[in-house]
């Protein structure tokens, strides 16, 4: 057995921990969307494939049985690429989603389908505080006009797609204390995130339930039709089985 687990979540970093303790034979790979990322302890491809031929190479060339997709919710090119290739290979596939957040008590969310709803219920005059990355910058352009306020892990090598754009450089973790004190700091009126899920992420939701902040909040994309898990120890219990 040889399995590619597809990493860039805390969840794929305790699961290459987990192969490791069990002694199962497993590479990494990372997209590269994040300089310097923490290592994992398992060897680590990074960077892209070169579209499905790559990867379908790339399987083939490493000899891999098995395949473990722990990349984030939002990364669907990546994971239904994944999907359809295992598919067609007959190649047995995990894909690990942490449940998504649900609205309680004291939260102000609205829940919109795609980046470019934002605009639609924003006022012109807002402070917009974005933490949903970089690679999908420009599809907030609608935002122009108002003060919009990117989070980056790394400092940025391009200028801001649209005017009245800034970023703000910081490493997570982020606690609820932080979060409330950098939002008042900004002056931040409305928040927008993906639902990622996830509990260590939750912090600023928490914070903007607090500071009675309103949330813009993007629905995940489709999932493809494919084996589904929850939690780390599930995908290991998945491997031990096959």
């Not at 303790?21 to 491809?45: K, M, N």
């Not at 990546?78 to 004291?106: E, M, N, S």
């Not at 009245?164 to 490493?171: A, T, Y």
């Not at 902040?213 to 489709?222: N, S």
Request: net charge positive; charged share 15%; aromatic share 8%.
């Amino acid at each position: 057995m040889k399995v590619l687990l597809l990493a860039g979540t805390r969840e794929a970093k305790k699961i290459a921990w987990g192969l490791v303790g069990q002694g199962v034979s497993a590479i990494a790979t990372l997209a590269g969307a994040t300089r310097d990322p923490e290592p994992l302890p398992l060897p680590t491809r990074v960077g892209g494939f070169g579209g499905a031929e790559g990867f379908t190479a790339f399987v083939q060339e490493v000899g891999i049985t098995a395949v473990i997709d722990a990349t984030h919710p939002f990364a669907s090119r990546i994971t239904d690429r994944t999907a359809a290739i295992c598919a067609a290979r007959g190649l047995p596939y995990l894909q690990v989603l942490r449940p998504a957040w649900q609205a309680g008590k004291g939260d102000h969310w609205t829940d919109i389908p795609n980046p470019q709803a934002a605009a639609d219920i924003i006022p012109a005059t807002a402070t917009v505080f974005l933490a949903t990355g970089r690679q999908t910058l420009a599809q907030f352009a609608g935002l122009e006009g108002r003060r919009v306020i990117c989070r980056q892990i790394d400092p940025p090598t391009a200028p801001f797609p649209f005017e009245g754009g800034e970023f703000v450089i910081s490493r997570p973790p982020f606690s609820v204390a932080r979060e409330e004190a950098l939002f008042l700091a900004l002056g931040v009126d409305w928040l927008v995130v993906k639902n990622a899920g996830g509990a260590a992420s939750a912090t600023k939701l928490t914070a903007a339930r607090n500071l009675g902040i309103p949330v813009a909040m993007i629905a995940r994309p489709p999932m493809p039709h494919a084996s589904r898990v929850q939690t780390p120890a599930e995908a290991l219990a998945w491997v031990v089985a096959l």
